[in-house]
């Protein structure tokens, strides 16, 4: 999975690079971690960005956090930060041998979006693939539109659609690998 803070738009449309939040950094290594995913990517071309990001990683993994919260160490180390979507891509294909498939995620549908279910479908086949979501107003569009599905918005009851990325990346999680009916199979 990849969080993308570039290229994404502000809320004026203009493509930016988004700040990092610390907060996401743990939430989302966390809920990667459950649903036993392999590895989290954070993606920033700002060195400064990358710095701070490896610094709380060192808090987490080799200082006093680690021993403090032995499970948060279990998720960011599983945990990386790179300059570039290409750069994860490349490393996905280093660990596999194929270039892996790119799922984008986004607040808007797109043409062609593709259903939860039917990108269940698709993922038990095997293949390797990213998780691609955005920061801030979203993955610019030529990202979006230049992966090999897009999966359909996470909507509510209405009209608002504005999730904090941490409450898209669980709620999508959960639909493409929670499991399913464990109540069902444990009354049988």
Same mark, same amino acid.
């Given at each position: 999975?990849?969080?993308?803070?570039?290229?994404?738009?502000n809320?004026n449309?203009?493509?930016?690079?988004s700040?990092?939040?610390?907060?996401?950094?743990?939430? !989302?290594?966390?809920?990667?971690?459950? =649903? +036993? /995913?392999? %590895?989290?990517y954070i993606?920033?071309? @700002?060195?400064?960005?990358?710095?701070?990001?490896k610094?709380?990683?060192?808090?987490?993994t080799?200082g006093?956090?680690?021993?403090?919260?032995?499970?948060?160490?279990?998720?960011?180390?599983?945990?990386?930060?790179v300059?570039?979507?290409?750069?994860?891509i490349?490393?996905?294909?280093?660990?596999?041998?194929?270039?892996p498939?790119?799922?984008?995620?986004?607040?808007k549908?797109?043409?062609?979006? !593709?259903?939860?279910d039917?990108?269940? =479908? +698709? /993922?038990? %086949?095997?293949?390797?693939?990213?998780? @691609?979501?955005?920061?801030a107003?979203?993955?610019e569009?030529?990202?979006?539109?230049g992966?090999?599905?897009i999966?359909?918005?996470?909507?509510?009851?209405?009209?608002?659609?504005?999730?904090?990325?941490r409450?898209a990346?669980a709620?999508?999680?959960?639909?493409?690998?929670?499991?399913?009916n464990?109540?069902?199979?444990?009354?049988?």
């Amino acid at each position: 999975m990849a969080l993308l803070h570039y290229p994404v738009y502000n809320k004026n449309l203009d493509i930016v690079v988004s700040s990092i939040t610390t907060l996401d950094i743990h939430d !989302i290594a966390r809920i990667v971690r459950t =649903y +036993s /995913l392999g %590895k989290f990517y954070i993606v920033t071309p @700002l060195k400064s960005q990358m710095e701070l990001i490896k610094r709380l990683f060192r808090h987490w993994t080799d200082g006093y956090g680690a021993l403090y919260n032995p499970t948060r160490k279990e998720a960011l180390l599983k945990t990386d930060v790179v300059k570039s979507l290409e750069d994860v891509i490349k490393e996905v294909e280093g660990f596999h041998g194929k270039r892996p498939l790119l799922i984008a995620t986004d607040a808007k549908r797109f043409p062609g979006s !593709i259903s939860y279910d039917k990108m269940i =479908y +698709s /993922l038990s %086949k095997k293949n390797q693939y990213i998780l @691609l979501f955005g920061t801030a107003w979203g993955i610019e569009k030529s990202i979006v539109t230049g992966t090999d599905f897009i999966l359909e918005p996470i909507m509510g009851i209405d009209d608002y659609n504005h999730l904090p990325v941490r409450g898209a990346v669980a709620i999508t999680l959960d639909r493409l690998f929670g499991r399913r009916n464990s109540h069902a199979s444990e009354s049988a």
